[in-house]
């Protein structure tokens, strides 16, 4: 085996689990689900048979990531935070053919006990704060907080908010990496050194 299973974790035969990832206690893997490298499930964590999980994502305890939520490389999912993958759920109404994809991109934030409703894209190295409620796509880099979500500002690849305005034109600098940052059309893009 090349990864870490917990004795009291199940992982169903079929899942796939990628080299050096650690599952912890009381976790349920799914045997359709695909997990990268690296990945780390902590405590309590539902993993469904339609979720693919990225290399090095990190999800805390007591998250369960339902069929059809999709993590890109590097998520961080907050402690207890909640994916949703029915729009309009009722118990007595069965709707499993109505289920919406939920895309987290590469390096996003989801903080601690925020929720995400189904059916939208969370951007790159974007950043929810804990306890939001987020309804909507979100930009890459942008910080969402509050019920519902909004946007209150942009962040870093190293998670610092960065001095860039919400509209309109403008440029930062990351101050633990140095690395520029420009916004642009509402875009905000890292500015990749040059040789």
């Known amino acids: 085996m090349s990864f870490y299973q ?21 976790v349920h893997v799914c045997g359709g689900a695909r ?22 994502c990190k999800i805390q305890n ?6 059809n939520v999709h993590l890109e490389e590097g ?10 993958n029915v729009y309009n759920p009722r118990s007595l109404i ?14 996003a934030t989801l903080g601690a006990n925020c929720t995400v409703v189904c059916g939208i894209t969370i951007g790159e190295f974007a ?11 979100v930009p890459a880099y942008a910080l969402m907080v509050g019920v519902p ?9 190293f998670g610092e908010q960065l001095k860039l305005p919400l509209q309109g034109d ?15 059309g509402g875009v905000v893009h890292k500015v990749e050194k040059t040789a």
């Open 62 to 67: 007591n998250v369960s990531v339902y069929d």
């Open 149 to 157: 979500a909004r946007h209150i500002g942009w962040m870093s690849e």
């Open 6 to 26: 917990h004795p009291s974790a199940i992982v169903d035969d079929g899942a796939q689990i990628g080299e050096g990832a650690r599952i912890w206690h009381f």
């Open 170 to 184: 403008g440029e930062a600098v990351c101050s633990h990496t140095q690395a520029r940052y420009i916004l642009m």
């Open 35 to 56: 997990i990268g490298k690296g990945v780390s499930l902590g405590q309590n964590v539902f993993v469904g048979n339609r979720v693919t999980i990225g290399d090095r």
């Open 75 to 84: 998520v961080f999912c907050g402690p207890s935070m909640v994916f949703t």
């Open 127 to 137: 950043f929810v704060g804990a306890g939001a409620v987020v309804n909507r796509d």
């Open 94 to 107: 069965e709707r499993k053919d109505e289920y919406r994809d939920t895309l987290v991109k590469k390096g």
